[in-house]
């Protein structure tokens, strides 16, 4: 069978308080997050695009079913202006943790760094330059 989709089709994080968790994602990636009331889900999601690399995926709190987390799934996002200082910059004004500052992967995949957002979960993003 040929691969011609990514694996990851729509991912969630976990969050303790929406509002918070909100302003802390659009502060550090500049950009709306939409608010949605899904039954007991409150989620918040991210902006994609129908034809885009990537995945798509939102911030959402259902405390039966979702806890923040240091030690689990680990989600990468891609840096929007191609250097993930641009949004690893913003992580403390924006109330999050810096745990890896920006290193490099190998120089055919590129950079990589981790801070703990507002709500406790272990966080990465990426970036080519």
């Known amino acids: ?62 405390e039966d079913s979702y806890q923040p987390s240091t030690k689990g799934v680990l989600i990468y996002f891609t840096s929007f202006g191609g250097d993930l200082n641009q949004e690893l910059s913003r992580v403390e004004q924006a109330g999050g943790k810096i745990e890896q500052a920006k290193t490099l992967i190998a120089d055919d995949i590129g950079y990589m760094a981790v801070f703990i957002d507002t709500e406790g979960n272990r966080v990465a993003l990426h970036s080519r330059g």
């Open 1 to 62: 069978m040929e691969q011609t989709k990514n694996v990851v089709g729509w991912f969630e994080i976990p969050v303790k308080n929406m509002e918070r968790a909100v302003k802390f994602y659009q502060t550090v990636f500049n950009f709306e997050l939409s608010r949605q009331q899904l039954g007991p889900l409150d989620m918040a999601w991210f902006p994609w695009v129908e034809t885009g690399v990537g995945s798509a995926g939102s911030l959402v709190k259902y």
